[in-house]
């Protein structure tokens, strides 16, 4: 593990690592303990009362954050004709077809997110090997394969998130950057948290949400008092 700066240090103290913090709190010392020189995303971390090796237990969506996430993601899309023009006028960093799969099968990966039309699935597919470990692979679950190319672009570019329980049935999140308002943080906080409460799998036993934590890039883990959010 690597040994942590004097400055971490020193922003580790003013965290108390026992305690469950009110999220307005919570929200407060993330921004007070984020002091790299650079403009830190803040992230939501969640463990979840799940089994995720059952299928009826995993959890896997996605949703736009009210206030999005500071961070602009470069889209591509895989579509052809009419649809390549839609994604185009939405705004879409790249678009095309075999072009595309050709550049990523040689190492490309200069975009965030990468969308399809249903149409060329059997293409795309083929690149799960590389997509696939990269989180990158368009899924039907998070909208990002659909006819509604327009939207899927939009709402991507307005701060949409994906969220996917892991096999340890954690959930990570980025909720906005360090430079946010406290308030915009705050609902982008609990607008995710209510997304994973209605998310809950009828077969998920004891506690739902175990336990909850917000941290900014370089800064200290602060846990985040959830129980009200689960009642």
Do not use: C
Request: hydrophobic share 40%.
């Amino acid at each position: 593990m690597a040994k942590k700066s004097k400055k971490q240090q020193e922003l580790q103290k003013l965290v108390d690592r026992t305690k469950a913090y009110e999220v307005n709190e919570a929200i407060s010392l993330v921004k007070e303990t984020s002091k790299a020189g650079f403009d830190e995303t803040v992230e939501a971390a969640f463990r979840l009362g799940v089994d995720p090796k059952k299928a009826d237990q995993q959890i896997r969506g996605a949703m736009v954050l009210p206030h999005g996430t500071g961070k602009s993601q470069r889209v591509l899309v895989f579509a052809k004709g009419d649809k390549a023009k839609e994604a185009e006028a939405a705004g879409a960093d790249y678009v095309g077809e075999q072009d595309l799969i050709s550049q990523i099968n040689q190492g490309w990966f200069e975009f965030d997110v990468v969308v399809a039309t249903p149409d060329m699935m059997a293409e795309v597919g083929k690149l799960g090997r590389v997509l696939g470990p990269k989180g990158l692979m368009p899924n039907p679950k998070t909208g990002t394969v659909t006819f509604e190319v327009e939207k899927a672009v939009n709402e991507i570019k307005a701060g949409k998130v994906e969220y996917r329980v892991d096999k340890a049935a954690n959930i990570h999140v980025p909720i906005g950057k360090a430079s946010f308002d406290q308030e915009k943080l705050k609902e982008n906080f609990e607008a995710i948290t209510d997304a994973l409460v209605k998310a809950k799998p009828q077969a998920a036993k004891g506690t739902y949400m175990r336990n909850a934590a917000v941290s900014s890039t370089m800064g200290p883990g602060i846990k985040v008092d959830v129980s009200s959010y689960t009642k």
